[in-house]
């Protein structure tokens, strides 16, 4: 099963940034595009961004955060991120990463949250984004 770690959210004020991290052990995560979901309380989660396998050729961002927000892959470091500049009080939420669950989809960039996870959510890392 496959079991990723985020990490790097906090407590931002409005037009901060932050960076999340999604690590993977015990497995190559450059095999699997990973996709970034948050969940805001009462809200369901939504995809906002993803990242294609093998490279990372493929990207795709939810409309909200196009031109904010940038995912990238650090293959040296198993980890994926997500960079989150001009940030906003809608952007509050847990964010988790993700594999999707088939292995149909493994390499594709998707961001349907009924597409995944690979296993299981992890805990995920809060962002609260507030003046």
């Known amino acids: 099963q496959l079991q990723f770690v985020e990490s790097g959210g906090g407590l931002m004020q409005p037009g901060g940034s932050l960076r999340l991290s999604c690590a993977a052990s015990g497995f190559t995560l450059d095999y699997y595009a990973i996709g970034w979901f948050r969940q805001a309380p009462g809200k369901e989660r939504e995809g906002v961004s993803c990242?294609?396998?093998?490279?990372?050729?493929?990207?795709k961002y939810a409309d909200s955060v196009m031109g904010r927000f940038t995912i990238s892959r650090d293959n040296a470091k198993n980890t994926v991120y997500l960079q989150m500049n001009s940030l906003k009080p809608e952007d509050t939420g847990v964010y988790y990463c993700?594999?999707?669950?088939?292995?149909?989809?493994?390499?594709?960039?998707?961001?349907?949250?009924?597409?995944?996870?690979?296993?299981?959510w992890g805990q995920g890392t809060q962002v609260t984004v507030a003046s």
């Open positions: 993700a594999a999707p669950k088939s292995s149909f989809f493994r390499a594709l960039c998707l961001t349907e949250p009924a597409l995944f996870p690979f296993g299981s």
């Open positions: 990242i294609s396998a093998n490279g990372g050729g493929t990207t």
